[in-house]
Structure formats: C-alpha cells, structure tokens
C-alpha cells in the first residue's frame, strides 16, 4: 500500500497525515504526478477559500492530474468541494469529477421566497428567519449525523458551503436542509466532513477507504 | 439537523504545562496539556481550545511542539490562541495541525487582522475571541489578559469581527471566569440576536445546572470551561450524560 496525499499549500495536511500514521499507515506529501499515480490510494485534502485553493492546484498542474487518476481518491472538505462543479465561494468551476455545484448554505436563511440548491420554496421558513439563523448558525461547525451506507455516523464539520443532493450522493446531512455529505462516482469518494477529526467514526470510515 | 451542543475543555497554557487562574489571575498548575488534551478527548470532549498564555518569546517557543504533539494524539478538533497577530504565526500553527485560530487582543487593536487571515484561511477557522466585562446596564471589551479596558462595547465589536469575516465567537465574561457563578446568559442572549456565526460561551461554569441553562435558555452552540474539567469537580461523562437528557449532545 502507498497512500499519497497531494500537497498543494492549501491545508491540513499534518492532522490527515497524523490521522493515518494513528492507524498504523505512513503516508507520503507530494504534488509530484509520477508519485501521485504510483500510489495506491490518494487523499486529496483542503481547508481554506476556493479561490486560492484552485489556484494552486492550476499552479501545480494538478488540476489535470486529479480527474484522471485511476486508483481510489478521496477528497476531504474543500478537496471534495474542488471535484464539483460550479463552485460559488471561488465563483470557479472546480474539476467536474462529481457534477454538482457548490452553494453557501447561507441564503437559506435569507428572506423568503428562499432558494433551497436551485430551486425554490416558498413558505416553509417563513416568519422564522431569525430563529432559524439562531439555531443554524454558518458555518455550520460542529458535529452532525451523516446517513452513510444505510448507518447513521457522527462526523466533525466545518464549512459555509456544500453540495446539493444529486446521483453521486453517498452520504446525506441536513442542515437543516440535506445536502451532500459525502459523494462517490467510480473511484472519487468525497466526504464534506473532517474524517480525520471524527473520533472513531472517522478512524472508520478511513479504514474503510483504505480497504478498496 | 441542529449540530451537537459541544462541550469544550479549555487548556490555558504556559511554559509546557497547563494552568488556571481565577478571574485571570493567581494562576495554579493543572497537569500536561497532551496529556489532558488525550484524556478529554477520550472522554467525549467535542473539541479542545489550547491558549498560550505565555508571558515571555522564551515561554512562547514551547507551544508549537504541544500544538504538534495534541495533533499527533487526538483525534477531535481544536482551536489555538495566544499571540496570534500575524497570518505567519496562523499558518504556522494550522500546519501544526490546529484546526482553528483564535485571535483576541491583536483584533482589537488591528482589526483587519480578521479579515486578512480570513481571506487565506477561510473564515471556518477564524475564532475572534472576546473577554467582556459588565460595566453598568453594558458590556465591555477587555484585552491582555482582562488587564485592559478597551472602553469598547462588546455587542458592536461582535457584530464588527463578524462583518470582517469571523466565523466564530468565543465570548469570555471575566466576571464569571473561575468564579463557578454561571455563564453570562443575558449577554449570550442578546448576541445570538445580532450574528449568525457559532457563539461559544466561556466564564462562570460550576455545575451541570450552569451547562442546562446555557443551552435550554440560549442557542449558543458551544461551552467552555476549564478549572471544572481539570480539578475533577465535574467529569465530561457525567456532564454529557445529563445534558442528553434535555438537548442534543454526542455520545
């Protein structure tokens, strides 16, 4: 087993990277493609804004690189965020690998009419703007229950924007309105939570992708 | 969903050991911060908040190792704070493995600070931090420690580390800090009014009563406390235990 994690200066790299060695794996950095492709698994993480993030990707040539690896990939909050579509925060299209788009999870709590990831609904929120940004404040930061697999976990977020629900939905959260926790299409997994600071719910789910 | 209430040990940190104070003062030590950070987490901490409180450069240089080192071993989020007044020393630390940064005196006296970081960050990981204290029918800022009065007021200065891109508060009333006399609850319910990011509540926490108040009277998302935790007057089961009874908390 090789299991590469793809350093592009954008993110938390230690804590994956600690994560994997609690589990007993060693791990490599590395933004070098030969390396990327010879490995059997790769991570592909992210914390930060989009923008900056694409850009070094784009900088590194990694932009080409992700879509056509063969082997399981995984990307973790922005990295999963990056394999969409239509990215909102970066106003950038992302890799395309999952084909959905990345929205604020802001504008729910706007005033109606409210557009719920394109489309929209009227009357459900209504009169209940204020009580609803009080018990769903953004980010939504903490941790939430993920129906995965036909199980519910419970997994550490972080983030201001997600994915709609769509075919490559693998995991569901709702916050309160459900969205794509996690995506898988062929050989991309991605997961909008922090495995890596998910307790012993994350030190599964790694082991689970570890296993493919 | 609404999240998990979250139950946060803090670790005030100085010189390589954990220590507490009561009203930011008279300082006593409370064990390793690995240690503790390994035994919170294991016992069901949601997260962790690490402040270095170090008062020289020569005391500072020994919390990056404890910031690698809880990474290492804990397998739960955390935030680090103390001294942070430049995006080199956050980049540093989130490198580190830190989850969050938490500025509190630098904001102040260089707001845009907030929006610096939060523009290489992401505001996700940018905690403000507030130390408050109720002066007449106001509250008002505090910084260094709670030694000075910045003579601001505290529910502008939120909705203001907000709009420069905070994406979370940690909100300390000084009046409760070590005191065990409950959390500032007026105060939590008014700036719940004003901001939509996640509000922590810190100060004042003696007893299991003091966590059901914060979260049946407030929506606050998070609390803090420290001495409680680390003198093993209320364990994290015991409290979580309770608490599930009347919200939603993790088990």
Same mark, same amino acid.
């Given at each position: 087993m090789k299991i590469a994690v793809i350093d592009y200066g954008a993110g938390n790299l230690f804590s994956v990277q600690q994560a994997l060695k609690r589990l007993g794996k060693e791990v490599i950095l590395t933004r070098d493609e030969a390396e990327i492709r010879s490995a059997t698994h790769v991570i592909f993480p992210g914390v930060g804004h989009a923008k900056s993030a694409m850009k070094q990707l784009k900088d590194h040539g990694l932009d080409k690189v992700i879509p056509t690896l063969a082997q399981p990939v995984l990307g973790i909050c922005l990295g999963?965020?990056?394999?969409?579509?239509? =990215?909102?925060?970066?106003?950038? /299209?992302? *890799?395309?690998?999952? $084909?959905?788009?990345?929205? +604020?999870?802001?504008?729910?709590?706007? =005033?109606?009419p409210i557009r719920q990831f394109g489309k929209w609904q009227t009357g459900s929120f209504e009169g209940k703007s204020r009580e609803m940004r009080s018990n769903y404040p953004v980010p939504h930061m903490g941790w939430n229950d993920v129906q995965i697999d036909g199980k519910a976990e419970t997994f550490y977020f972080v983030h201001s924007y997600a994915a709609e629900i769509c075919e490559d939905t693998w995991g569901i959260a709702s916050y309160p309105v #459900?969205? +794509? !926790?996690?995506?898988? %299409? /062929?050989?991309?997994?991605?997961? $909008?939570?922090? #495995?890596? %600071? @998910?307790?012993?719910?994350?030190?599964? *789910?790694?082991?689970?992708?570890? !296993?493919? | 969903m609404q999240v998990y209430k979250r139950i946060i040990p803090c670790l005030d940190i100085q010189n390589g050991r954990t220590v507490k104070g009561t009203n930011f003062e008279g300082i006593r030590d409370a064990g390793d911060p690995v240690e503790l950070a390994?035994?919170? @987490?294991?016992q069901g901490a949601d997260e962790l908040v690490l402040l270095d409180i170090s008062a020289t450069n020569e005391e500072r240089g020994t919390f990056l190792p404890i910031v690698e080192a809880v990474a290492s071993e804990v397998n739960i989020p955390f935030t680090v704070g103390g001294g942070i007044s430049s995006v080199e020393t956050a980049r540093k630390l989130l490198r580190s493995g830190a989850d969050k940064v938490s500025i509190n005196s630098s904001a102040v006296k260089n707001p845009a600070l907030i929006t610096?970081?939060? =523009?290489?960050?992401? +505001?996700?990981?940018?905690?403000? !931090?507030? /130390?408050?204290?109720? +002066?007449?029918? @106001?509250?008002?800022?505090?910084?260094?420690g709670g030694k000075r009065d910045t003579g601001i007021d505290a529910l502008k200065w939120l909705q203001k580390v907000v709009s420069l891109g905070a994406g979370e508060l940690l909100i300390t009333s000084m009046d409760g800090d070590g005191t065990k006399n409950g959390f500032a609850l007026d105060f939590y319910k008014e700036a719940e009014q004003l901001v939509s990011v996640p509000i922590i509540a810190s100060g004042g926490a003696g007893t299991i009563t003091h966590f059901e108040e914060l979260f049946t009277q407030t929506p606050v998302t998070g609390g803090l406390a420290a001495s409680i935790f680390h003198f093993g007057e209320i364990s994290i089961p015991e409290l979580k235990n309770e608490l599930s009874k009347i919200t939603r908390i993790r088990n």
């Amino acid at each position: 087993m090789k299991i590469a994690v793809i350093d592009y200066g954008a993110g938390n790299l230690f804590s994956v990277q600690q994560a994997l060695k609690r589990l007993g794996k060693e791990v490599i950095l590395t933004r070098d493609e030969a390396e990327i492709r010879s490995a059997t698994h790769v991570i592909f993480p992210g914390v930060g804004h989009a923008k900056s993030a694409m850009k070094q990707l784009k900088d590194h040539g990694l932009d080409k690189v992700i879509p056509t690896l063969a082997q399981p990939v995984l990307g973790i909050c922005l990295g999963m965020q990056l394999m969409c579509g239509w =990215n909102e925060e970066g106003k950038l /299209d992302g *890799l395309g690998i999952f $084909q959905v788009r990345i929205e +604020s999870i802001q504008f729910q709590f706007t =005033n109606l009419p409210i557009r719920q990831f394109g489309k929209w609904q009227t009357g459900s929120f209504e009169g209940k703007s204020r009580e609803m940004r009080s018990n769903y404040p953004v980010p939504h930061m903490g941790w939430n229950d993920v129906q995965i697999d036909g199980k519910a976990e419970t997994f550490y977020f972080v983030h201001s924007y997600a994915a709609e629900i769509c075919e490559d939905t693998w995991g569901i959260a709702s916050y309160p309105v #459900p969205f +794509s !926790a996690a995506l898988k %299409k /062929d050989n991309f997994y991605g997961v $909008q939570f922090h #495995p890596e %600071k @998910s307790g012993s719910a994350g030190e599964q *789910l790694l082991n689970q992708f570890l !296993a493919l | 969903m609404q999240v998990y209430k979250r139950i946060i040990p803090c670790l005030d940190i100085q010189n390589g050991r954990t220590v507490k104070g009561t009203n930011f003062e008279g300082i006593r030590d409370a064990g390793d911060p690995v240690e503790l950070a390994k035994l919170y @987490s294991k016992q069901g901490a949601d997260e962790l908040v690490l402040l270095d409180i170090s008062a020289t450069n020569e005391e500072r240089g020994t919390f990056l190792p404890i910031v690698e080192a809880v990474a290492s071993e804990v397998n739960i989020p955390f935030t680090v704070g103390g001294g942070i007044s430049s995006v080199e020393t956050a980049r540093k630390l989130l490198r580190s493995g830190a989850d969050k940064v938490s500025i509190n005196s630098s904001a102040v006296k260089n707001p845009a600070l907030i929006t610096e970081l939060a =523009n290489v960050f992401g +505001s996700q990981c940018i905690v403000v !931090a507030i /130390d408050i204290r109720k +002066s007449g029918e @106001s509250w008002v800022v505090h910084t260094h420690g709670g030694k000075r009065d910045t003579g601001i007021d505290a529910l502008k200065w939120l909705q203001k580390v907000v709009s420069l891109g905070a994406g979370e508060l940690l909100i300390t009333s000084m009046d409760g800090d070590g005191t065990k006399n409950g959390f500032a609850l007026d105060f939590y319910k008014e700036a719940e009014q004003l901001v939509s990011v996640p509000i922590i509540a810190s100060g004042g926490a003696g007893t299991i009563t003091h966590f059901e108040e914060l979260f049946t009277q407030t929506p606050v998302t998070g609390g803090l406390a420290a001495s409680i935790f680390h003198f093993g007057e209320i364990s994290i089961p015991e409290l979580k235990n309770e608490l599930s009874k009347i919200t939603r908390i993790r088990n």
